[in-house]
């Protein structure tokens, strides 16, 4: 069962990077994720290349580079709903912003985290 089109993962540039750019582990933490939160995720971003990670104000070191999720949550009822499931499903590096949520398991960073915007 999906809940995501494959183009949601896609670098918004055009590049190429996409879905078979992620781990199959990130992949499926995001789908179980989705199942047990049973609300709609909404990806505002995905997969990005270096240029534009670097156009849209991203950090030199971004786990968006290797794959990461941030997640649409508008209000702090859905914020909760989601980092619940990531945290249930796997996820050890959350970002919280006031419209999304980061999710991603980039081994290269330290993990055990939850951080703000």
């Excluded at 993962?9 to 990130?26: A, E, I």
């Excluded at 709609?40 to 999720?69: K, T």
Aim: glycine share 8%; charged share 25%; aromatic share 10%.
């Amino acid at each position: 069962m999906s809940y995501f089109k494959d183009d949601e993962f896609d670098c918004p540039c055009g590049c190429g990077l996409g879905l078979k750019d992620f781990r199959s582990l990130s992949i499926g933490r995001l789908k179980q994720a989705r199942e047990i939160a049973n609300v709609p995720f909404i990806l505002n971003s995905a997969m990005r290349c270096r240029s534009h990670n670097n156009a849209v104000g991203g950090s030199e070191n971004s786990a968006h580079l290797r794959g990461a999720f941030d997640i649409k949550a508008d209000n702090s009822k859905v914020r909760f709903t989601i980092v619940k499931a990531l945290i249930t499903a796997g996820f050890k590096r959350i970002g919280i912003g006031k419209t999304f949520i980061h999710a991603d398991d980039d081994y290269t960073l330290p993990d055990d985290v939850i951080w703000l915007y």
